[in-house]
C-alpha cells in the first residue's frame, strides 16, 4: 500500500492527487517551480517533506517533463514514476532517453478535469467513477504497475491500459477536437450585441460550456497531440464544407444532422454501456426561493430519481421552466403526483 508520494505540479490535477491520497492515509509532499502555487497546494492537502517516496508523480506540461525528470531520478533513484499528461506518445518518447527507466515510469492520463485549473480548484473527489488511462512499456516491472495501479483504484478512478498511439488517437477524437470545437464556436460570438447574447438558452450554454477552459493548458495538448488532430480537424472541415454547399438542399441538410444524432447515440451513459433514453417532465415555477428544493422534496418523497434538469428563464420574467430529465415511469409518477398537489405541470415528453 502506498505511504509516501511526491508530486511534482502543484495545479489542478496534482492537487487533486494530493487531497485524495491524504484522505487515505498517504504521506504527500508537493512540489512547483512557482513557490506561490507549491505553497498553496501544500496548505490545502496538509503535505509535508516526503523522503525515498514510493511514488514520484509528475503532473505538469508534458513540454515541461525533460526539464525535472532527470533531477528527480538522481533524488528518487529508487522510485516508481508516472505522469498524468494528455498525450503519451511524446512522453514514451523522452522515458526512453533514459537508460532502463520504462521499467519503472508509467504514462498515465486521468480522464478527469475541470473547467478552471490551478491548486484553487482542486477536489479529492475529481477522479471519482473516471477512467485512468495507463499505457506501460513492455519492460515495465510488475510492482511498478501495481503501485501505479493502487493509486489509481484508490483515488476511486478505473484503470484502462492501452498502447501509447491508441491513447493518442483515442483522446483526439473524445477530448481534443471538442474542446477544439467549442472553443472555435465560442469565438464566433465576439462582437455579439449584448442584447442578443441575452437569449442564449442552453444549446449555447452546452456546446460553448469546455470554451472556458485555459488556453494555456490546451495549446500545449494541441501541439504535442497535432498528428492526430489534424486528419479529424480536416474530416470536420470536409464536413462543414458540405453542410454549407447543402443550404439550399434540406434533404442533405438532414443528412447531416441525422448522422450527428446517430454519432451522439454511441456516447455511453453515464455509468457505462448504452445511453439511457430519458423521458422529459416540464414544469413551471414562480421565480422566488425555495420552488426548486420543494420540487426535489417532493422527489425524494415519491422515489423518483432525476437524471438531469434544465432551467430556462429570460430577465423580467416572473416565471421560469424546469424541465427534469427521469425514466418515463418515474416522469409519470411525478407528473401525477405534483398535478395532483397543484403544480404548474405540463404532459411528460419523450
Not at 126 to 134: H, K, M, V
Not at 210 to 220: H, M, N, P, T, V
Not at 238 to 259: F, H, R, V
Amino acid at each position: 500500500m502506498l505511504q509516501k508520494v511526491r508530486i511534482v505540479g502543484s495545479g489542478l490535477i496534482g492537487t487533486s492527487i494530493g487531497l485524495g491520497l491524504v484522505q487515505r492515509g498517504v504521506s504527500v509532499d508537493m512540489v512547483d517551480s512557482d513557490p506561490s502555487a507549491q505553497a498553496l497546494a501544500q496548505d490545502l492537502i496538509g503535505g509535508v517533506a516526503v523522503i525515498d517516496p514510493e511514488l514520484v508523480i509528475f503532473a505538469l506540461p508534458t513540454s515541461l517533463l525533460s526539464q525535472v525528470i532527470s533531477k528527480e531520478i538522481d533524488l528518487n533513484p529508487h522510485s516508481t514514476f508516472m505522469d498524468v499528461g494528455s498525450v503519451k506518445n511524446e512522453v514514451v518518447l523522452q522515458v526512453k532517453t533514459f537508460s532502463g527507466l520504462s521499467s519503472r515510469f508509467l504514462p498515465t492520463h486521468p480522464m478527469a478535469g475541470r473547467e478552471i485549473g490551478g491548486a484553487g480548484s482542486a477536489r479529492a473527489d475529481l477522479f471519482q467513477g473516471r477512467s485512468w488511462i495507463l499505457t506501460p512499456e513492455p519492460d515495465c516491472r510488475a510492482d511498478s504497475k501495481k503501485l501505479v495501479l493502487d493509486l489509481i483504484t484508490s483515488l476511486g478512478a478505473t484503470a484502462i491500459e492501452l498502447s501509447a498511439p491508441d491513447h493518442d488517437a483515442a483522446v483526439a477524437k473524445i477530448s481534443h477536437l471538442p474542446q477544439i470545437a467549442a472553443s472555435l464556436l465560442a469565438k464566433q460570438l465576439l462582437g455579439t450585441p449584448p442584447e442578443w447574447m441575452e437569449l442564449a438558452g442552453q444549446g449555447l450554454r452546452d456546446t460553448t460550456r469546455i470554451a472556458g477552459s485555459d488556453e494555456q493548458l490546451w495549446k500545449e495538448i494541441i501541439h504535442s497531440n497535432r498528428g492526430e488532430i489534424s486528419a479529424l480537424l480536416i474530416s470536420l472541415q470536409n464536413d462543414l464544407t458540405q453542410m454549407i454547399a447543402a443550404l439550399a438542399d434540406p434533404a442533405t441538410i438532414a443528412e447531416l444532422i441525422a448522422a450527428g444524432r446517430a454519432g451522439k447515440a454511441l456516447i455511453p451513459g453515464k455509468h457505462g454501456g448504452t445511453a439511457r433514453e430519458y423521458s422529459y417532465l416540464p414544469i413551471v415555477i414562480d421565480d422566488k426561493p425555495g420552488q426548486l428544493g420543494a420540487i426535489f422534496n417532493e422527489c425524494a418523497a415519491m422515489q423518483v430519481n432525476v437524471e438531469d434538469l434544465n432551467i430556462e428563464h429570460s430577465p423580467g420574467q416572473l416565471s421560469a421552466l424546469i424541465t427534469l430529465a427521469l425514466s418515463l415511469p418515474d416522469a409519470e409518477k411525478l407528473f401525477a403526483h405534483l398535478t395532483s398537489i397543484g403544480w404548474n405541470v405540463h404532459p411528460v415528453r419523450k
